[in-house]
């Protein structure tokens, strides 16, 4: 039994037909926040504030190569 185990990578299920992720940044203060795009509305639903390390978190939970970016 290992002392040190990596969590289990979670996964954020959402429905790729209507929704893309995305990632929102402020360009004054660098802030991050992820989240999903309505492909109907074209409205942003965030999720949650992030880093760097928690972005590369969030597309891999979400399952995606390249996330959207929205200045």
Do not use: N, W
């Not at 040190?4 to 929102?24: G, L």
């Not at 991050?32 to 969030?58: P, R």
């Amino acid at each position: 039994m290992p002392l040190f185990r990596k969590k289990p990578v979670s996964t954020i299920s959402y429905d790729p037909k209507t929704q893309e992720p995305a990632v929102r940044r402020s360009i004054c203060t660098g802030e991050m926040t992820v989240g999903f795009i309505d492909k109907a509305t074209g409205k942003f639903h965030d999720l949650m504030m992030v880093d760097s390390q928690g972005l590369e978190d969030f597309r891999r939970q979400v399952g995606a190569d390249e996330i959207r970016t929205i200045y």
